[in-house]
């Protein structure tokens, strides 16, 4: 059973995730080639090791790059570290406002305040810079490939984080406020109450999209082992916490071969979690990848990927495409 539903107009965003090594970044952007097909596509990689490059074999990097042999798709590696420093450049007056008005810090205290993360917030800005993208509508469809589970659950719980921070930055702003009015009478909006207004507005437009199943699907990578199954369902169970949507789970590295005693001794062991996956995930479509002989590695190899994930229509038109 390949792939399904991505086609349709509403979906927006599709999130690659799972345990470590299982493959995510092979399917996010065999995926993503195979949309290209017929829309015009973006993939993006939320991964510090930024796999994306190795996997298509081309130096991405943090600009929009076309990808070479792949008409219609274009890729762009996102860093949250950097996204929050350019935050914390673009908004230091607001930052050292808001602790300063709202705190009984010293100029010391302010500093050391400004030198830590706000909890939340790198991955935060990281995400707004794919939903700007997404707002932009350049692109018909948005693959994300992400780090593996830990990292991309901070990710899609980063709005939550970020809003607690932010409701106590406005219940100390409030004070503030309140401060001022018993003094001069009234208050105006300062530059920090905007910072904090907009940064109310990201969070929520953030928390939106990614509840919106129409809009946005998750699709989890596993493979037939117990602790990848046990990852995948832990997984599963936070992004029902998130309200985000899963559909579909991709089983990749499943052993198809018979050829020798080593295959069928691992067909035989894989059986067991094939079976499991299948019990434990009901509610999800499952698709099956094969484990290739050769790693998937460039754009040649990744379209033998991109048509077991799609199956036979694109399978047709790559080869047309390959023929003419
Ligand atoms: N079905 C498959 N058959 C053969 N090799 C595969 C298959 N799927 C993935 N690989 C190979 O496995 C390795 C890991 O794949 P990939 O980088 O896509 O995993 P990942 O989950 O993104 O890893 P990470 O957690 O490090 O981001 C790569 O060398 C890739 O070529
Ligand atoms: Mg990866």
């Not at 984080?161 to 004070?175: F, G, T």
């Not at 599963?236 to 559909?247: A, D, G, N, V």
């Not at 062991?269 to 434990?280: F, S, T």
Request: net charge negative.
């Amino acid at each position: 059973m390949p792939l399904t539903g991505l086609e349709s107009k509403d979906l927006k965003m599709i999130i690659f995730g799972g345990k470590g090594g299982v493959g995510k970044t092979s399917c996010a952007v065999a995926c993503a080639i195979g949309l290209a097909e017929h829309f015009k596509t973006l993939v993006i990689s939320t991964d510090p090791a930024h796999s994306v490059s190795d996997s298509l074999e081309q130096e991405i990097g943090f600009r929009l790059q076309p990808v070479h042999n792949v008409p219609n798709l274009t890729a762009i590696e996102i860093s949250a570290d950097k996204a929050f420093k350019e935050f914390k450049k673009e908004h230091e007056a607001e930052l050292i406002k808001l602790f300063d008005t709202s705190t009984n810090f010293d100029d010391e205290d302010i500093q050391q305040m400004m030198s830590l993360s706000i909890p939340g917030i790198d991955e935060v800005m990281s995400f707004k810079t794919i939903i700007d993208l997404i707002e932009e509508d350049n692109y018909e469809k948005y693959v994300v490939d992400t780090a593996p589970t830990g990292h991309a659950l901070r990710l899609l719980s980063s709005p939550i984080l970020l809003d607690e921070w932010i409701k106590m930055a406005a219940k100390m702003r409030w004070k503030y406020r309140y401060m001022i009015e018993s003094f001069s009478g009234e208050y105006k909006d300062d530059e920090a109450d905007v910072m904090l207004l907009n940064l109310k507005k990201t969070v929520k437009r953030i928390a939106a999209l990614l509840s919106n199943s129409e809009k946005c699907e998750f699709i989890p990578v596993c493979i037939p082992e117990d602790m990848a199954i046990m990852e995948t369902d832990r997984l599963l169970k936070e992004l029902r916490s998130f309200k985000i949507t899963s559909r579909q789970l991709i089983l990749n590295n499943v052993m198809e071969s018979d050829e020798s005693g080593f295959c069928r001794q691992r067909k035989a062991a894989q059986l067991k979690y094939v079976e499991k996956v299948h019990k434990l995930f009901k509610e999800l479509q499952v698709v099956m990848v094969p484990q290739f002989p050769d790693e998937i590695k460039g754009v040649m190899a990744l379209r033998k990927l991109q048509q077991v994930l799609f199956g036979e229509n694109i399978k047709r038109k790559t080869e047309i495409q390959h023929e003419s």
